[in-house]
T-cell receptor, first 115, second 113 residues
């Protein structure tokens, strides 16, 4: 069974459109994350939710809005897409955010291409 | 500024050979350091975790070392296999507040037959 799943795997869209990426984890974890991996393969955290509450919000444009309907889901909605939004977006989850040895489990990624 | 730098950026080795990847960090205060393997088109997967008091940890053909004094870590891969071709990412955790993770830019390893 897939631990952290994301849909879609690929997303090609035009500038100005609004799109969503869905993420689900079946590990029973309390904390979920969204990361952006740019063309240089650098992973940067965007958001983190713990038990449906936002706990990390890095300097991300407000066009990006995470939504956590329940502990197992963290969706990412992007308004007015721009060329610079093209990247691979990874969802991840962990048992908690503060345990010393907590490990983040990553989804397979969603490759977003904005044309 | 807390940073994690990795070298080399990319590496090509022949199957069966050994290699060592380097990670230097300035993250402080330090909590722990993980090495992740990221296969093409997939999310990163944890290989090892090192805490302040640990110098060496092995996971099969992967051996990680940590020198907390010089803030350096290495990942040694022995008897490389084609399936080792991937990006290897060093991730250091801050021991403050939310304990944020600081990611390195990774080393892309290609094992050729």
């Amino acid at each position: 069974d897939t631990a952290v799943s994301q849909t879609p795997k690929y997303l090609v869209t035009q500038m100005g459109n609004d799109k969503s990426i869905k993420c689900e984890q079946n590990l029973g974890h309390d904390t979920m994350y969204w990361y952006k991996q740019d063309s240089k393969k650098f992973l940067k955290i965007m958001f983190s939710y713990n038990n449906k509450e936002l706990i990390i919000n890095e300097t991300v444009p407000n066009r990006f809005s995470p939504k956590s309907p329940d502990k197992a889901h963290l969706n990412l909605h992007i308004n007015s897409l721009e060329l610079g939004d093209s990247a691979v977006y990874f969802c991840a989850s962990s048992q908690d955010s503060g345990g010393l040895f907590y490990e983040q489990y990553f989804g397979p990624g969603t490759r977003l291409t904005v044309t | 500024k807390n940073q994690v730098e990795q070298s080399p950026q990319s590496l090509i080795i022949l199957e069966g050979k050994n290699c060592t990847l380097q990670c230097n960090y300035t993250v402080s205060p330090f909590s722990n350091l993980r090495w992740y393997k990221q296969d093409t088109g997939r999310g990163p997967v944890s290989l090892t975790i090192m805490t302040f008091s640990e110098n060496t940890k092995s996971n099969g053909r992967y051996t990680a070392t940590l020198d907390a004094d010089t803030k350096q870590s290495s990942l040694h891969i022995t008897a490389s296999q084609l399936s080792d071709s991937a990006s290897y990412i060093c991730v250091v955790r801050e021991d403050t507040g939310f304990q944020k993770l600081v990611f390195g830019t990774g080393t892309r390893l290609l094992v050729s037959p």
